[in-house]
């Protein structure tokens, strides 16, 4: 028998058209449910992604801020220690570097500054 038969058949119109059209609506469920489920698991993977990498630019900007600060630190103590530094070669330089000297000496002791 031919394909023609079976689908201009009244058989085919009543058996076998809506046993294929329930086959086929069974399959279009399941790559439905199949692509549903990739797109969740794309998106979890997606707002992970978004996630950690908020975290790691939130610590790196924190390590960054914490460098800045240092060096900005560093930087105004070695300006300061420059012009110290720069200060005993003017006039009398010298003795304003002594007078700046915080030194604790004890009472029973004498302090013998050489010239």
Same mark, same amino acid.
């Given at each position: ?47 992970? /992604? ?11 900007? !924190? ?6 600060? /240092? ?10 220690? !420059? ?33």
């Amino acid at each position: 028998m031919s394909k023609s038969f079976y689908k201009n058949s009244i058989f085919y119109d009543k058996y076998l058209k809506p046993a294929f059209k329930l086959k086929q609506q069974k399959q279009e469920n399941f790559v439905s449910l199949v692509f549903l489920i990739i797109k969740i698991c794309f998106s979890l993977l997606a707002i992970i /992604s978004l996630i950690k990498l908020g975290y790691n630019s939130k610590v790196r900007l !924190t390590r960054l801020r914490e460098i800045q600060d /240092s060096f900005s630190y560093e930087k105004y103590r070695f300006n300061f220690l !420059t012009s110290r530094f720069d200060d005993l070669f003017s006039s009398e330089g010298e003795q304003r570097f002594m007078k700046d000297q915080d030194q604790i000496i004890s009472r029973d002791i004498i302090r013998v500054i050489w010239r």
